[in-house]
């Protein structure tokens, strides 16, 4: 009997390392809830949150034979080694650093107990290994990453089209999913539920539905928050609920366009913050560019708290951290608004919104978020210059110039004309009597005024 560890490849289509697993005998899959993991690595409560629902569907694939762990995965794993008498411990790699550090460790005790371990790359398109300069050195910038290191490399694996016949064994003494205690007592993630379609079946559905409607104007549409133009896998990638290889392979079926190609080199980019993470351990804590560390920050818990409730006084960015609040999730373009936002108008530490990210996002992952963050606060690698700073104000009017995407997360603007949208605060008095929506009463006043040398 062989074991599949399931991890972050909560699926069945394209799974290398359970279609090795499932060859010629009978397997045993689980599923470990690590609680031995550093503090500052623990899932936030949203990611808890879509795991639940996540591994509950995986379950129902498996004809709930998913058996479910919590504690330390070494002994876990040994102890169902030994149980089972499990000949062969598969499963699909894992790349943070800490990950990495604790696969290593497990690897070694499962051969010290003369049990065979075989793994497998199942959410990269390229490991980090294989993208490097000529001279064996990682990338620092993301174009020559891309076009002369991924694309000029082995192509991506093309996926396993296979119905893979599993011959589940279930651990009776396995816990409930419940016990896990992914789900938090109050039930606030309730307003989440009708975003998302959770689950391999749902990540499939998301993406047809994208090839057949966002893709053939991705590479305009997708800076518009209120169009319909971007993909939102990045949950479903993170979990492993759909194979990024699937993915690859499916757009490349597709007739060659700005577009395809535009949707590609995001897939790229997601490599791109993998391999920086790889090689640069501590990137969600330590400032790539050391010269930050001395960056003099005024963190302010008044404008930092006005920042998460979408309580800033400017439009997009309120919308965003309201979107995020109530869906898990944020346009991108308004990522990189609310994300300067923080950094260079409020002049707050960038690590303080990775961490509210972190806890808030249903695609928080720790390369992405580590990488995004360090790019837009200027510190990170081939990141944008400090002194470029999103104006929310113009930003709004380019992207969102109806205010539609706005009054969708902010109703008490719904009143406000085209003309002052992106800044309501210039409305007279008598206006904003009017139409009843008061200017630091209604809707706040602007924390900071935007002043900078150079917009975006």
């Known amino acids: 009997m062989n074991l599949h560890w399931f991890k972050n490849d909560l699926r069945l289509d394209d799974n290398i390392s359970l279609f090795e697993a499932s060859k010629n005998s009978k397997i045993i899959t689980i599923y470990i809830f690590d609680t031995v993991v550093t503090k500052h690595f623990q899932m936030g409560e949203v990611s808890k949150w879509w795991l639940h629902q996540s591994l509950k569907k995986l379950n129902e694939s498996l004809n709930n034979n998913l058996c479910f762990y919590k504690g330390d995965p070494n002994k876990i794993i040994l102890d169902v080694v030994k149980k089972f008498k499990i000949k062969t411990v598969y499963w699909n790699r894992s790349y943070e650093p800490w990950q990495i550090k604790r696969d290593i460790h497990i690897k070694k005790n499962l051969i010290n107990n003369n049990i065979e371990v075989k793994s497998f790359n199942s959410s990269l398109l390229w490991e980090p290994e294989l993208i490097k300069k000529d001279d064996s050195t990682p990338y620092k910038v993301f174009t020559p990453f891309y076009r002369k290191g991924c694309l000029n490399a082995t192509p991506p694996k093309k996926p396993i089209n296979s119905h893979i016949n599993l011959h589940t064994f279930k651990d009776k003494n396995s816990e409930s999913l419940n016990s896990l205690n992914l789900l938090p007592k109050f039930k606030w993630y309730k307003k989440l539920e009708t975003h998302w379609d959770i689950g391999e079946k749902g990540a499939k559905k998301s993406f047809k539905n994208f090839i057949n409607n966002g893709l053939s104007n991705y590479k305009k549409g997708r800076n518009f928050p209120s169009e319909k133009n971007v993909s939102r896998l990045s949950p479903h990638i993170h979990f492993g609920e759909i194979s990024i290889n699937r993915i690859w392979s499916e757009i490349e079926k597709q007739k060659p366009t700005n577009n395809t190609d535009h949707f590609k080199s995001e897939l790229g980019w997601r490599e791109f913050s993998y391999n920086l993470l790889y090689f640069n351990k501590d990137l969600s804590r330590k400032n790539y560019q050391e010269k930050f560390d001395f960056f003099p920050w005024e963190y302010d818990e ?84 400090y002194f470029r700073i999103f104006n929310p104000i113009l930003q709004g009017e380019k992207f969102d110039k109806e205010g539609k995407y706005v009054k969708k997360w902010i109703p008490e603007l719904i009143k406000v004309p085209q003309k002052f949208i992106h800044k309501p605060w210039e409305m007279d008095i008598k206006y904003q009597k009017m139409i009843k929506t008061i200017i630091g009463k209604d809707y706040p006043k602007p924390i900071v005024v935007h002043e900078a040398a150079r917009v975006a």
């Open 302 to 385: 008044k404008k930092f708290s006005a920042w998460k409730k979408g309580l800033t006084g400017y439009p997009i960015v309120d919308a965003g951290m309201r979107e995020l609040w109530q869906t898990g999730y944020i346009h991108n373009r308004v990522r990189m608004i609310v994300g300067s936002f923080l950094v260079k108008n409020l002049l707050i530490d960038w690590r303080y919104g990775e961490r509210w990210f972190w806890n808030c996002l249903v695609d928080a992952d720790l390369a992405n978020n580590s990488a995004s963050w360090q790019w837009v606060a200027g510190s990170g690698a081939d990141a944008a210059p």
